[in-house]
């Protein structure tokens, strides 16, 4: 277990609403992440973060910010949710081995009617 | 097997077969592999690891065989077990340790065991 938390587990919300995702770790990891995961695509990368306001663009980032102010708090954040946003939101940390093994939270799964 | 690409492919053996996962991975420069394992409702786990300069690994009834010649990831379990069944992806980094360090995932083969 590493740690993480993801709140809301469940949200259901309409087209145009801003919606934040919270990520939470308690084991100082240094390095966060965001996945969506969507049938036939797998997990694609939206955001990740290298430190305390350090993030950087993943491959599908378009319509999502990210922000970290502490250690242990990684948010994502819907400007405005589109239906195309429904999906199973996944955060990850990257554990302190060397092998860059990522850990992952149970998902936050989001419906935008 | 699994591609990058293709739709989630599925794999069903009988209990106490053999199982062999494929994954074809397209980045020449990634240096690191990974195999995870997804079950229904829950985040995705390790299986196990490999990097580029080894051909071979075993785990604990899990064995990763990477053929870089051909770009060419599998995943066997042995011994299969209905507790096996789940969504297997292959993952690749090209830069583990590094500042921008991030695993690229295929798009998952679900096994399904049949008792």
């Known amino acids: 277990d590493a740690g993480i938390t993801q709140s809301p587990r469940h949200k259901v919300t309409e087209t145009g609403t801003p919606v934040t995702l919270r990520c939470h770790q308690t084991?100082?990891?240094?390095?966060m992440y965001w996945y969506r995961q969507d049938p036939g695509h797998g997990l694609r990368l939206i955001h990740y973060?290298?430190?305390?306001?350090?993030?950087d663009k993943g491959e599908v980032s378009d319509g999502y910010s990210v922000s970290r102010s502490k250690t242990e708090d990684f948010l994502l954040t819907l400007e405005s949710a589109t239906s195309s946003q429904t999906s199973v939101y996944f955060c990850?940390?990257?554990?302190?081995?060397?092998?860059?093994?990522?850990?992952f939270g149970e998902g936050s799964r989001l419906t935008v009617l | 097997g699994e591609s990058v690409g293709l739709h989630l492919p599925t794999l069903s053996v009988q209990e106490g077969d053999n199982s062999i996962i494929n994954c074809a991975y397209s980045n020449s420069a990634s240096d690191y592999f990974i195999w995870y394992k997804q079950e229904s409702g829950k985040g995705p786990q390790f299986i196990i690891d490999?990097?580029?300069?080894?051909d071979k690994r075993q785990g604990q009834r899990v064995t990763v065989l990477l053929n870089k010649t051909v770009k060419h990831l599998s995943l066997q379990i042995a011994a299969t077990q209905p507790g096996d069944s789940a969504v297997y992806f292959c993952a690749e980094s090209g830069n583990s340790g590094g500042s921008n360090y991030k695993l690229t995932f295929g798009k998952g083969t679900l096994l399904t065991v049949n008792p």
């Open positions: 973060s290298y430190g305390v306001k350090d993030t």
């Open positions: 990850a940390i990257l554990g302190r081995s060397n092998t860059g093994e990522l850990f």
């Open positions: 490999i990097r580029s300069n080894m």
């Open positions: 084991e100082n990891h240094r390095y």
